[in-house]
């Protein structure tokens, strides 16, 4: 991919009271919506808003999202610039302290989409979330993968059926996605399976890095595709594998932790959902009971929303306990893995 090189020259003048790039900045260039013009932000200008674009700053609600430093290394921008940016976007969207009863108002905008199963539902409060991260963590083969696929499907239901009626967006770090699954439960819901794969962006992310750009990458298409989930399937892999070590605990957690936050902001930015799954390592001082805790510590424990445990049960059963909500109480429910996906006992 060619790769442009952006100079001071470059700059607008109505822009010089704002400060001036300082250094040079290689970006490769790209395709980017139009959808938004950020020109209309107090002190973007046309080079600016090019810049922010090429960055992957499409709308107002990621930058208003964004943080100053994440901004001014992306768009090549000083800091002062970019927190005046950051400013401009938040006022333009009305983000401000509130009160309780307004903030109670502004939830009423979340909405659910169903699991497939009324007992699982149920358990959630009436499915997954949007503005939020629902982790599910569980030994190899229990059934988060499949969790994953059934999410992708459903989210594609009509509102009157529990769905959003919007598409999915599937980063896939372990190579498990298939296709052909998605057909068998798409079959199953009553629905066209090949508008069903359509409707689901597909990426396969090879390291942790690459896994943070898709991201990053995919935020245009969000909107353009009318994207109403984000599945990270899993989330840990590439993290563990990369970094080895009790030495490089303390970089790892802080890149898990951005990355974290980037899916956060996505899903408020949005008004969409996240699952993310999540690995389990063994605790070789419980002597009793579970020895399977959550990979990830506690950066990934306090970052995600809610977090449902999933284990093996009797047959094609699947024990799914919720661990963590800000609002729920805790429970058990048992479910199915059947050809057509998830299903209720």
Do not use: W
């Amino acid at each position: 991919m060619p790769r442009r090189k952006v100079r001071e020259e470059e700059i607008d003048e109505e822009e010089g009271e704002l400060g001036e790039v300082d250094e040079e900045y290689y970006e490769p260039e790209a395709e980017y919506d139009e959808g938004h013009d950020l020109t209309e932000l107090e002190g973007v200008g046309p080079a600016t808003a090019r810049r922010l674009r090429e960055a992957g700053f499409t709308s107002i609600e990621s930058i208003a999202m964004s943080t100053p430093a994440e901004l001014a290394v992306y768009a090549g921008i000083s800091e002062s610039v970019a927190q005046k940016i950051i400013q401009a976007a938040r006022n333009r969207l009305n983000i401000d302290v509130m009160s309780a009863y307004d903030f109670y108002q502004q939830r009423k905008a979340v909405q659910r989409i169903t699991t497939g199963s009324k007992a699982l539902d149920e358990l959630l409060g009436g499915g997954v979330e949007t503005q939020s991260i629902t982790e599910i963590y569980g030994p190899y083969g229990s059934g988060k993968t499949q969790f994953c696929h059934q999410m992708a499907v459903t989210v594609q239901l009509s509102e009157e059926k529990g769905g959003l009626g919007r598409g999915a967006l599937y980063i896939d770090t372990e190579g498990t996605f298939r296709p052909e699954r998605i057909l068998q439960i798409a079959e199953r819901f009553g629905m066209d399976p090949e508008s069903t794969l359509r409707n689901i962006l597909y990426a396969r992310a090879f390291t942790s890095d690459h896994q943070m750009i898709v991201t990053e990458r995919a935020e245009p298409l969000i909107k353009e595709r009318d994207i109403g989930l984000i599945i990270v399937d899993s989330l840990i892999s590439h993290f563990r594998g990369e970094y080895v070590g009790r030495e490089t605990l303390a970089e790892r957690q802080q890149k898990l932790n951005k990355y974290l936050h980037k899916l956060l902001r996505l899903s408020l930015g949005y008004n969409l959902a996240v699952i993310v799954t999540n690995q389990v390592v063994a605790d070789p001082g419980a002597f009793f009971g579970d020895p399977n805790k959550p990979a990830g510590g506690h950066v990934l424990g306090h970052g995600v929303t809610a977090r449902l445990y999933i284990k093996r049960g009797k047959k094609d059963r699947r024990v799914v306990k919720l661990v963590k909500s800000p609002y729920l109480p805790e429970g058990t429910v048992e479910i199915a893995i059947t050809q057509g996906g998830i299903e209720d006992v």
